[in-house]
């Protein structure tokens, strides 16, 4: 049965689909968080088993392999982190529970597919379906005016960026006459096209339609403004689930479809990525809100993770899908210290706040200082280990000028993590700040991202060899 | 390459060149009276009573919304129904799937209230 491909997706539309109705009718809002959390373990488990229907289905729209699976994993799990996070933030807040929750699993749902299309067109639904739940997630504070603000700017900017992508797949389906994705490759190989500008121009649209959706250097306007207004958790997880699948599909469509324009967009890539470290960690340095050093700070990540993507092959590609895991609970952990020490969720944004915190509240300074330390790239932390395998497959596929822009901007990005650091520990706590009492949601949500930000970078191993063997499709 | 966009082309051609020529030929031909009626903004021959620039409640908003949902599931529905017999059993599951979505959707609607016009 070829309906057994989607099974994971079909559970998490369903789960989905209950919370909506199960909103309507009961009263006690709280349970609606549990359905969530069930509803993303069901499609986890079945999400396991998925590999058993490898290879092509639906008309050659899905793909089974193991690069969607790692993908939807770490989408999982990332979900189950914002889940916990969310039900620690919302308990006040419970005007439109119901609503955040179903939108939050069609976002997931949204990535699901991105990761499994082996079609443009599979690939667009995806993007849609994923950004237009993030819009309304972004908005989703309706009394707070810098959320609406942050929600209009992104569908806004978002539709912009949209119609360049489909500009670009319009080009690229004129020109090589299909929109799957192993078949305009093949088809770029036969017709002898390489050269041919409108097939140049599509990928360049293509271009900056995913860079808008992974924020690099110059599509990046929106980021900080969106990220700031949102509330944490769906800030925490645009910065880490949108990101992520962004980054998945962009690598799956330029690899496959484009392989033959390797010459004409390595180049670029290597452009952007050496802008968007810089500008982002540039820029993060003057923020004095914390929510956007976080996001300027993304902005520098995707640019580090977009090294992994110029080294390509058997080394570049398997690192950067580390560092997305790396990245992902590190960022994650990040926001969610953020979100305890905000009293009703969005006070105590400023850096200045944090003074310290690290004597008041040990545990909370000492976990926030393990994902800082993480984030710049002090060993033995996962961000190192990250960063390591990143800049060395650079250095290995012979882009050692890459690498040492690299290796200065973590130099660079070290002074604003390590200045909350300093302001936890060294400076006398200038406000009277008394975090809510903690949820165990959000008590999990810490353990978790700490845990995994210590086992990540300790025992690597295990990771690494499922970021290898995810790459299949590149043979 | 490009061949086959040629009837595309032809037909932009023809689109813009129509149009133009029909707005031309009124313009050419056609009659010009500027009275003070003539200019004033058309509300159903009755004179306009104060500026058409006022707030529109929200509602019609969620009306319009909801219209254009089920006005798109009629549109599907049409298409599913001309090949309905080639389609089988299956096809029957698969719309039926989709108008269940579709109907969870107007049951949320309507417990939230979004159908009372109050």
Known sequence: MTVNTILPEIVLTIAALVILLVDVWVKKKEILGYIALLGTAATLIVALQSLTDRGYSFSGMIVNDEYGLFFQLLFLAATFVVIFMSMHYFRENTQMLGEYYSLLLFAVLGMMFMVKAADLVMVFMGIETLSLAVYVLSGCLRDDRRSGEAALKYILLGAFATAFLLFGISLIFGVTGSTNLAAIANAVAAKNILGEPLLLLGMGLMLIGFGFKVSLVPFHMWTPDVYEGAPVPVTAFMAVGVKAAALAVFLRVFLMALPGLNDNWRPLLIVLSVLTMTVGNLIAISQENIKRMLAYSSIAHAGYLMIGMVAGGDSGVPSMLYYLVVYTFMNLGAFAVVMALGQKGEDNLEINDYSGIGSRYPILGFVMTVFMLSLAGIPPLSGFMGKFYLFSSAVKEGYVGLAVVGVVNSLISAYYYLRVTVMMYMRPSEKDIAPAPMRWSLVLALVITTFLTFQIGLFPSFYLELAKNSIFFLK | ?118
Request: aromatic share 16%.
């Open chain 2, 1 to 118: 390459m490009l061949k086959g966009y040629g009837e595309i082309l032809f037909y932009l051609v023809l689109v813009v060149g129509f149009s133009l020529f029909a707005l031309g030929l009124s313009h050419i031909i056609g009659r010009k009276t500027y009275s003070k009626e003539k200019l004033m903004p058309y509300e159903c021959g009755v004179d306009p009573i104060g500026t058409a620039r006022i707030r529109v409640s929200v509602k019609f908003y969620l009306i319009a919304m909801l219209f254009i949902v089920f006005d798109i599931e009629s549109v599907f529905l049409y298409s599913f129904a001309t090949v309905f017999k080639e389609l089988g059993m299956l096809g029957l599951i698969e719309i039926v799937i989709f108008i269940v979505i579709l109907v969870v959707g107007l049951v949320y609607a309507w417990g939230k209230g979004a159908l009372e016009w109050e």
